[in-house]
């Protein structure tokens, strides 16, 4: 059970890289496609209902939302709720903007330190998070894939899902010379699965002296 990421709270909304804030703080991000349940599971991570605002309806996440985790007095750093991408029925103008902020973020800020990746266990690797992966190996930066929504799956069948995904993306960063930078789990939301996993990995990003 994570007692830091049960002390988050929300912070800020930004709409454009000049207005992100100036804390040294680390930060841990959170991105993934439109409906792979990232603010479901960033409100079950940090124990809240409605710490992030998760909607039913695709592309609601617009501005990238900063939630502070960590005593109030003594925050040990922030949670980024970054733009879902991948959905297309939104005016092209948004999806320019949404791009830009979330690729500027992504690889220019330098108090970033990790990124939680979700995938829909019942459709992982898509075209657009394979590009994502690709893309934020050259950061240098780890990343944590989380397969949302496991409980859709029968046991098995997940597993069998972890295990391919794991492969995959084990040639892909290979291929990339940047073996070992990126990490798989089982995750569900519903039956608050893979919890203790998650806790670990954000917890170490943010404290990394937490674990020894």
């Given at each position: 059970m994570s007692f830091l990421l049960h002390q988050a709270r929300f912070l800020t909304t930004v709409n454009h890289l000049r207005d992100l804030p100036a804390s040294p703080l680390p930060e841990v991000a959170f991105a993934g496609r439109s409906n792979a349940g990232k603010s479901t599971a960033i409100n079950v991570l940090c124990n809240q209902k409605r710490l992030a605002f998760a909607s039913k309806t695709p592309g609601r996440t617009q501005h990238i939302n900063y939630f502070s985790v960590g005593p109030a007095q003594q925050p040990a750093g922030h949670l980024i709720d970054l733009p879902g991408y991948g959905y297309?029925?939104?005016?092209?103008?948004?999806?320019?903007?949404?791009?830009?902020?979330?690729?500027?973020?992504?690889?220019?800020?330098?108090?970033?330190?990790?990124?939680?990746?979700?995938m829909d266990a019942r459709r992982p690797c898509t075209e657009l998070d394979c590009q994502m992966i690709e893309w934020f190996t050259s950061t240098g930066k780890p990343i944590h894939v989380l397969l949302t929504k496991a409980d859709k799956l029968t046991r098995q069948a997940s597993l069998n899902t972890l295990r391919a995904v794991q492969q995959k993306l084990a040639q892909d960063t290979e291929r990339l010379g940047a073996p070992n930078q990126c990490t798989v789990q089982l995750f569900s939301a519903?039956?608050?699965?893979?919890?203790?996993?998650?806790?670990?990995?954000?917890e170490a990003w943010l404290k990394p002296n937490a674990h020894p």
């Open positions: 297309a029925e939104v005016p092209f103008s948004v999806q320019v903007h949404w791009e830009q902020l979330l690729g500027g973020y992504l690889q220019t800020r330098a108090q970033l330190c990790g990124l939680i990746l979700m519903l039956k608050r699965t893979g919890l203790d996993d998650a806790h670990r990995a954000i």
